[in-house]
């Protein structure tokens, strides 16, 4: 098992911004299209934001606009830049390949929005 551990939470008012970071083991990093995951109380988790090796991006309509995904390939580390925040952002962010390894989910980092 090897996992990825995320960092950056916390508490924020509406309209605030956060800053995750996630580090990951370069076996797991290295090449390979890497995602910021979400889960809210009571709902499934959900992707967020993918970015590819090369350093493409892709997000979910809800965060578009709003959020940019990142990586530093020398240092096997993966951001999330959250801008405008939203209540409806509120939930546990963690980070995993795209089309995540089920061995590799970290302990996530809470986010919480305040309205």
């Known amino acids: 098992q090897v996992q990825l551990v995320e960092s950056g939470g916390g508490l924020v008012r509406a309209g605030g911004s956060l800053r995750l970071t996630c580090a990951a083991p370069?076996?797991?990093?290295?090449?390979?299209?890497m995602g910021w995951y979400r889960q809210a109380p009571g709902k499934q988790r959900e992707l967020v934001a993918r970015?590819?090796?090369?350093?493409?991006?892709d997000y979910a309509d809800p965060v578009k606009g709003r959020f940019t995904i990142s990586r530093d390939n020398a240092k096997n580390t993966l951001y999330l830049q959250m801008n405008s925040l939203k209540p409806e952002d509120t939930a546990i962010y963690y980070c995993?390949?795209?089309?995540?390894?089920?061995?590799?989910w970290g302990p996530g980092t809470q986010v919480t929005v305040s309205s």
């Open positions: 370069r076996i797991i990093f290295s090449g390979n299209h």
């Open positions: 995993n390949t795209f089309g995540p390894r089920s061995d590799s």
């Open positions: 970015i590819s090796p090369g350093g493409r991006t």
